[in-house]
């Protein structure tokens, strides 16, 4: 069918960036939204970007300004372009997508997860 398959996540010290991506393969006919969320150790899981098939985005206020998302279609890949981290983004991300598999019909997916880490 489809997975997707994190990769970025890592330490960096507070104001450095990381460029989180998640690809998704398999016998995919189209995707749809393509959405960040994080979740922090104790708290529930957030939503930190969105991007549409058209691709308009919107980002959670506490991300805006440092935050990017964008997406490559032809790779069936989303991105998240983390600029300025705090200590405050520490936290594990999830990629979500919404996409058609060939001949099954609508899927909602989830990344494994990345771990950020940002600390001095």
């Known amino acids: 069918q489809a997975q997707l398959e994190e990769s970025g996540g890592g330490l960096v010290q507070p104001g450095g960036s990381l460029r989180l991506s998640c690809a998704a393969s398999?016998?995919?006919?189209?995707?749809?939204?393509m959405v960040w969320y994080r979740q922090a150790p104790g708290k529930q899981r957030e939503l930190v970007a969105h991007?549409?098939?058209?691709?308009?985005?919107t980002y959670a206020d506490s991300v805006k300004g440092r935050f990017t998302i964008s997406r490559d279609n032809a790779k069936n890949t989303v991105y998240l372009q983390m600029d300025s981290l705090k200590p405050e983004d520490m936290a594990v991300y999830y990629c979500?997508?919404?996409?058609?598999?060939?001949?099954?019909?609508?899927?909602?997916?989830w990344g494994q997860g990345t771990q950020v880490t940002v600390s001095s």
């Open positions: 991007i549409t098939s058209g691709g308009s985005t």
């Open positions: 398999g016998s995919i006919s189209s995707i749809n939204a």
């Open positions: 979500n997508v919404n996409l058609m598999i060939t001949g099954w019909g609508p899927r909602n997916l």
